[in-house]
């Protein structure tokens, strides 16, 4: 950010160094998208889109990752994004809601070419190659994203060009020279308050660099009011609310304008009319929740971008970039005409000792490693369920183990394994009853739909891990109804006691049904699994909605799948030399490397 230090040239509006920018077109008119949308959080005048056909319909749910820099390929804590993301996407289809879940990855700027020139490749190939890794890593964690924008893409340009011309117009740029700290990671100047030892960044303990330069200005100053109004009008704009009082913070300590082009780098977009410079790194990526939605060859602008997925109705980020998204974002959307996103919602951070895990510090948990070695499910719903969603969280090997055998292998996978044993053997694997029927004069039902009820409002509230929390509870309640009623020996009984047995399966099967949808924002596959266990097809699956939640789907007659394990046990080192001794040798199926996977 372009702050307050002795040997600042630009006080925090325009100073005695800074040259205002001419324009010859009147400010801009607002740009907005169809008249349908959300009115919360609008504090910009809208104005119908241009395209008719979107004017009835639904608003879609426009949620966006950051998108990614690509000075090296991803790492656990970017990973961590992308799948929060992913679970709210998966979550909001399921309530039949029209998503746009919006990922990519950021290539411009110093911190990319320095990155390109130590791997010896041109920029645009080590782009090319990284921004690559992080597609084929969605693709291993069973990320369903609809938009992937990469900031080199032509389509984007043609956005960032027709941004800058509405700033521009709008009088909020000027030249100016500014002098100060600059962190390459952070890829921002810093204010020396808030550097530790050395002039070192807090975030990536390396020294910041001193940068003189001549640059255009954002008149963010100008904002101080709009956005202090925003904010108390609609204090959801920034969650949770503890970030949002950091926001407030920030902004009532006061707004500096802030640089938004750079001469002394070349690898990026350059300025419209003067090729000297280019657009500074920030200023240009957020413009990629915009230019995304656009196809790959259309005739881009800004105006399209806004008619098909704008305003962006939440920017899931790390706390570490909320500045840009709570702050300079807003008022550079106010500036151009806009309208707002509705939410930015700031995560904490993966630690390992304690430090941030990133790419800079080279303390990173490759989350390619965990999918291979224990499951994309496995690595989904372990960060999901213990790293409370808005804190930091720490990993560990031993915690990660515990965690996704007791809950995905023991409560949830046991308990259909054993159920449909059961039926197997007793019921020839066929339901002898309605569920419905089944769970007549039972309170256990509506145990099941109110629990399932809470999973809904944790996940619409984005607490992901109360979400997979209370869907473990079903779980829990499963087991304990089957372990009190016991039907393994009122089948042995005969009569009515047999009846009810088979009557408690079906309860229980009904029950992983329900977990089985309720889950599969976190944990895709593994509910498919169990749905095809109960006799569904994958397209079944596919188009579940939340409304298949309710109790009643399983029907008398129909017929179960073989009992096979759904979620395999991770064995740990323990338990693998245990099975190496002759006498302990159980023969569980394992998987190679010095940890496998054996079924439960
Ligand atoms: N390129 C910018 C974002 C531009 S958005 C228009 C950027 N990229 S990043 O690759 O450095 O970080 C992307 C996201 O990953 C951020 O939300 C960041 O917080 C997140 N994470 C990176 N390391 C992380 C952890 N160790 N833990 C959790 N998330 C972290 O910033």
Redesign the pocket.
Same mark, same amino acid.
Request: proline residues 4%; charged residues 15%.
């Given at each position: 950010m372009a702050a307050g230090r002795a040997f600042f040239c630009v006080p925090s509006s325009i100073g005695a160094t800074a040259r205002r920018l001419a324009f010859a077109s009147p400010p801009p008119r607002p740009l907005a998208s169809a008249p349908h949308r959300r009115g919360r959080g609008r504090c910009c005048a809208s104005i119908s889109s241009s395209s008719d056909a979107s004017a009835s319909a639904p608003p879609p749910y426009v949620l966006t990752t950051? #998108? %990614? %820099?690509v000075n090296a390929p991803p790492h656990m !804590?970017?990973a %961590?994004?992308t799948i929060a993301a992913d679970a709210v996407a998966r979550f909001q289809r399921l309530l039949q809601k029209k998503v746009i879940f919006i990922t990519g990855t950021?290539e411009h700027g110093e911190k990319i070419a320095t990155s390109a020139e130590a791997s010896g490749r041109n920029p645009k190939e080590h782009c090319d190659t990284i921004s690559n890794s992080y597609k084929m890593l969605w693709a291993d964690l069973d990320i369903e994203y609809d938009k992937f924008i990469r900031t080199t893409d032509p389509k984007h340009e043609a956005v960032v060009n027709d941004f800058y011309s509405r700033v521009l117009s709008s009088g909020d740029l000027y030249r100016a020279d500014y002098e100060g700290l600059y962190c390459v990671g952070c890829e921002e100047y810093k204010d020396e308050k808030e550097l530790v030892e050395n002039n070192c960044c807090p975030v990536h303990l390396k020294p910041c660099v001193p940068r003189k330069e001549d640059n255009y200005f954002f008149a963010l100053s100008k904002y101080q009011h709009k956005l202090e109004e925003l904010l108390r009008r609609n204090p959801d704009f920034v969650r949770p609310s503890y970030r949002l009082h950091e926001v407030q913070g920030w902004i009532k300590s006061g707004l500096r304008d802030f640089s938004i082009s750079r001469a002394s780098v070349e690898w990026g977009i350059p300025v419209p009319n003067d090729t000297k410079q280019t657009i500074y790194v920030w200023f240009d990526? #957020?413009l !990629?929740?915009l230019s995304a939605s656009l196809d790959d060859g259309e005739q881009a602008s800004l105006q399209k971008a806004v008619d098909r997925g704008w305003p962006a109705s939440l920017h899931l $980020? !790390? /706390?570490? $970039?909320l500045r840009f998204h709570a702050v300079y974002w807003p008022a550079m959307l106010m500036s151009a005409g806009i309208s707002l996103p509705d939410a930015v919602f700031g995560?904490g951070? #993966?630690t390992k000792d304690g430090m /941030?895990? !990133?790419k800079s510090l080279g303390n990173t948990l490759e989350p390619k490693d965990l999918v291979d070695r224990f499951g994309a499910d496995a690595v989904r719903y372990f960060f999901l369920r213990e790293v409370e969603f808005g804190n930091d969280g720490d990993y560990s090997e031993g915690r990660f183990i515990n965690t996704v055998n007791a809950h995905l292998a023991n409560t949830i996978g046991n308990l259909l394994n054993r159920t449909l044993g059961l039926l197997k053997k007793n019921c020839g694997s066929m339901l002898a009853f309605d569920s419905m029927a089944a769970a007549d004069g039972s309170s256990f039902k509506n145990s099941v739909e109110s629990l399932v009820d809470k999973a809904k409002g944790h996940y619409e509230n984005l607490s992901l891990t109360s979400a997979c929390e209370t869907v473990l509870e079903i779980g829990n309640l499963g087991n304990l109804y089957i372990d009190e009623q016991a039907p393994w020996s009122c089948f042995k009984q005969g009569g009515e006691s047999a009846e009810k047995a088979a009557k408690d399966l079906v309860i229980i099967l009904e029950t992983m049904r329900i977990i089985a949808i309720a889950l599969s924002p976190v944990t895709p596959s593994l509910s498919l699994r169990i749905y095809t266990q109960l006799g569904f097809t994958e397209d079944q699956f596919s188009t579940l909605t939340w409304e298949d939640t309710k109790w009643g789907v399983l029907k008398a007659g129909q017929a179960m799948m073989e009992p096979k394990p759904i979620f395999a046990k991770i064995e740990t080192e323990a338990e693998e030399k245990d099975q190496a001794t002759p006498k302990a040798a159980k023969g569980g199926k394992k998987k190679s490397g010095s940890k496998g996977l054996v079924e439960a």
């Open positions: 950051p #998108l %990614y %820099y !804590g970017s %961590y994004t950021d990526a #957020l !990629g929740y $980020i !790390g /706390k570490d $970039i995560h951070f #993966l /941030k895990m !990133g």
